[in-house]
């Protein structure tokens, strides 16, 4: 076992909104979740705290400069539930793609080590500052193949457009707030087909370390479209060298040696101080027919993994004999409920519809 012992020093745990309010369905679950880590701590869960080095704080976005971590009390991965970086763009997919070669901008911080080091981990793409860097990195992805235009802050899929030729590029950046551009960057990505996207991750909370490799589900609302589903997870007692010891399929052990890979370089070359992390890894097939794999993005605050997490931390803290489980998280519209899930919220979320989210925990037997 790989735990990490670090003494709690900390007097209550407390949820911190530093963007806008949250969805009902967000706050709802983050509140079960934050009691379930008080818990872990053996400290009381507070409200309407004030930044203080005593507090375990769980952040619901990524927290940015050595300022705000200093005002938190944040000094290490032990002092609260999600990640810290020193500039805005780091917290996002911009990270995942290097400029293109002579940019006309370069933002504040950039690291062109992180690119090297994380750059067999990675899609072929760039990521770039300025419209006119967007169209010549576009270009020259489009003589390979298909691309996509991802604006970094989107969550879920949002705002991605494919992009198949020159004129379907300038009229789509075109349409691109060049300020956005500037201030947090633009990825432009080989397009795949037949993908498949696997989550890799690792969490601490109270000197335990739990690692994790497992899949994404996709649903449809109450409209028919498809959104987001779910998770399933394999999760281990310590680092990813147990996780990578389970007998899994290549594929997966592919996703989790890039996941590794990609992080290290993050710590090694950003600054990162995380203590909730997470990767999303896309397989599938280039325009040449051929298998390509790598990280997508990173999460480094609490997110839609998170309940399954928690809970299986909860799992871990409540028998130091278990070493693994499967962990999966659920959000279903109508009347759909899986067996034997925990519900933690139900309620309309407009505009997709009526919202139920589930957690279950169960045995891990290895095959």
């Known amino acids: 076992m790989d735990d990490r012992k670090v003494k709690t020093a900390q007097s209550a745990v407390a949820l911190l909104h530093l963007g806008s309010q949250p969805p009902e369905h967000e706050q709802d679950v983050q509140l079960t979740l934050a009691?379930?880590?008080?818990?872990?701590?053996?400290?009381?869960?507070?409200?309407?705290?004030?930044p203080s080095a005593t507090v375990y704080w769980?952040?619901?976005?990524?927290?940015?400069?050595?300022?705000?971590?200093?005002?938190?009390?944040?000094?290490?991965?032990?002092?609260?539930?999600?990640?810290?970086?020193?500039?805005?763009?780091?917290?996002?997919?911009?990270i995942s793609h290097p400029l293109i070669e002579h940019p006309a901008a370069v933002v504040e911080g950039w690291s062109e080590r992180f690119d090297e080091q994380a750059s067999s981990a990675v899609l072929r793409g760039f990521t770039v500052f300025d419209l006119a860097d967007a169209e010549r990195a576009g270009l020259t992805l489009l003589a390979h193949g298909p691309l996509r235009i991802k604006p970094v802050r989107g969550k879920a899929g949002r705002g991605q457009e494919l992009i198949e030729d020159a004129?379907?590029?300038?009229?789509?950046?075109?349409?691109?707030?060049?300020?956005e551009?500037?201030?947090?960057?633009?990825?432009?990505?080989?397009?795949?087909?037949?993908?498949?996207?696997?989550?890799?991750?690792?969490?601490?909370?109270?000197?335990?370390?739990?690692?994790?490799?497992?899949?994404?589900?996709?649903?449809?609302?109450?409209?028919?479209?498809?959104?987001?589903?779910?998770?399933?997870?394999?999760?281990?007692?310590?680092?990813?060298?147990q996780l990578g010891a389970l007998p899994l399929s290549p594929a997966l052990?592919?996703?989790?040696?890039?996941?590794?890979?990609?992080?290290?370089?993050?710590?090694?070359?950003?600054?990162?101080?995380?203590?909730?992390?997470?990767?999303?890894?896309?397989?599938?097939?280039?325009?040449?027919?051929?298998?390509?794999?790598?990280?997508l993005e990173q999460s480094w605050r609490i997110g839609g993994a998170s309940a399954a997490e928690i809970f299986a931390l909860e799992a871990f803290y409540h028998d130091p004999a278990l070493?693994?489980?499967?962990?999966?998280?659920?959000?279903?519209?109508?009347?759909?409920?899986?067996?034997?899930?925990?519900?933690?919220?139900?309620?309309?979320?407009?505009?997709?519809?009526?919202?139920?989210k589930f957690v279950k925990v169960e045995p891990y037997a290895c095959p």
């Open 58 to 94: 769980i952040p619901d976005e990524t927290v940015i400069g050595s300022e705000q971590m200093q005002a938190l009390g944040i000094r290490h991965e032990a002092n609260f539930f999600g990640g810290a970086v020193p500039y805005p763009f780091m917290a996002t997919k911009a």
């Open 181 to 241: 551009v500037g201030n947090w960057g633009l990825v432009l990505e080989e397009h795949l087909k037949e993908v498949v996207t696997f989550s890799v991750g690792q969490v601490l909370v109270a000197g335990i370390t739990a690692s994790y490799c497992g899949t994404q589900r996709l649903t449809q609302d109450d409209s028919g479209a498809e959104v987001y589903g779910g998770s399933d997870l394999i999760l281990v007692r310590g680092d990813y060298d």
């Open 323 to 356: 070493q693994r489980l499967r962990a999966s998280t659920y959000e279903t519209y109508g009347a759909d409920t899986p067996a034997n899930a925990q519900r933690l919220y139900h309620g309309a979320v407009p505009p997709h519809g009526t919202l139920s």
């Open 167 to 179: 004129q379907q590029l300038t009229s789509c950046l075109l349409n691109q707030d060049a300020v």
């Open 35 to 50: 009691k379930k880590i008080a818990a872990m701590l053996n400290v009381p869960l507070q409200a309407d705290l004030t």
């Open 253 to 295: 052990h592919l996703a989790i040696e890039q996941a590794v890979r990609y992080e290290q370089a993050a710590l090694d070359c950003l600054g990162l101080v995380a203590s909730r992390r997470n990767y999303d890894i896309a397989q599938g097939i280039d325009s040449l027919g051929e298998e390509r794999s790598g990280v």
